[in-house]
T-cell receptor
Framework: SQTIHQWPATLVQPVGSPLSLECTVE??????LYWYRQAAGRGLQLLFY??????ISSEVPQNLSASRPQDRQFILSSKKLLLSDSGFYLC??????????????FGPGTRLTVT | AQSVTQPDIHITVSEGASLELRCNYS??????LFWYVQSPGQGLQLLLK??????LVQGIKGFEAEFKRSQSSFNLRKPSVHWSDAAEYFC????????????FGAGTRLAVHP
């Protein structure tokens, strides 16, 4: 069966510091991968998605970037964090190709607090 | 553009009572629709999905949802709520972009009174 991991689970970082959040998927190949942010009391905002290694699409211009160095690894980064980057970051995967049934499966999330 | 509206931000029900969470979508073609649940501090878990066929779909944890094309709705129901159902519920629709992008509603927070 497929599983999705995110780490770290929680992170407290000062303003201006760098960020690296990691997401890995097991049990599937060539997944579509997604990064979402969920601010306190708000819905989900899609930040990035990827349909393959090195292929990243950005949904919202911002202080963040994403990379996909391996098929099942998705990384969210920032060079200098802002207070507004605080939130709950969720990684998700979905199947790709003609047999996809479109649903996304989410990881446990990373709680980021920028101080 | 596709959109999803969940009219109720907060709902409170008593344990054992029935539940209906509303979801309305805007999409030109036949939508692919989903309901997710999120417990505090957790990721989202897929409850059920609708692609085609029978308009009443069954999901996990005793939930069901009914697709009504004439009303552009996909409401989530449960006949008897348990205290463990307290969580936030999100309705979502696939955009049809080819990359499985989901559009989420703003969510409905469910509280359950004992």
């Amino acid at each position: 069966s497929q599983t999705i991991h995110q780490w770290p689970a929680t992170l407290v970082q000062p303003v201006g510091s760098p960020l690296s959040l990691e997401c890995t998927v097991e049990g599937t190949s060539n997944p579509n991968l997604y990064w979402y942010r969920q601010a306190a009391g708000r819905g989900l905002q899609l930040l990035f998605y990827s349909v393959g290694i090195g292929q990243i699409s950005s949904e919202v211009p911002q202080n963040l970037s994403a990379s996909r160095p391996q098929d099942r690894q998705f990384i969210l980064s920032s060079k200098k964090l802002l207070l507004s980057d605080s939130g709950f970051y969720l990684c998700a995967w979905s199947g790709s190709g003609g047999g996809s049934t479109y649903e996304q499966y989410f990881g446990p999330g990373t709680r980021l607090t920028v101080t | 553009a596709q959109s999803v509206t969940q009219p109720d931000i907060h709902i409170t029900v008593s344990e054992g009572a029935s539940l209906e969470l509303r979801c309305n979508y805007s999409y030109g073609a036949t939508p692919y629709l989903f309901w997710y649940v999120q417990s505090p501090g957790q990721g989202l878990q897929l409850l059920l999905k609708y692609f085609s066929g029978d308009t009443l779909v069954q999901g996990i944890k005793g939930f069901e949802a009914e697709f009504k094309r004439s009303q552009s709705s996909f409401n989530l129901r449960k006949p008897s709520v348990h205290w463990s159902d307290a969580a936030e519920y999100f309705c979502a629709v696939v955009t049809g972009s080819g990359y499985n992008k989901l559009i989420f509603g703003a969510g409905t927070r469910l509280a359950v009174h004992p």
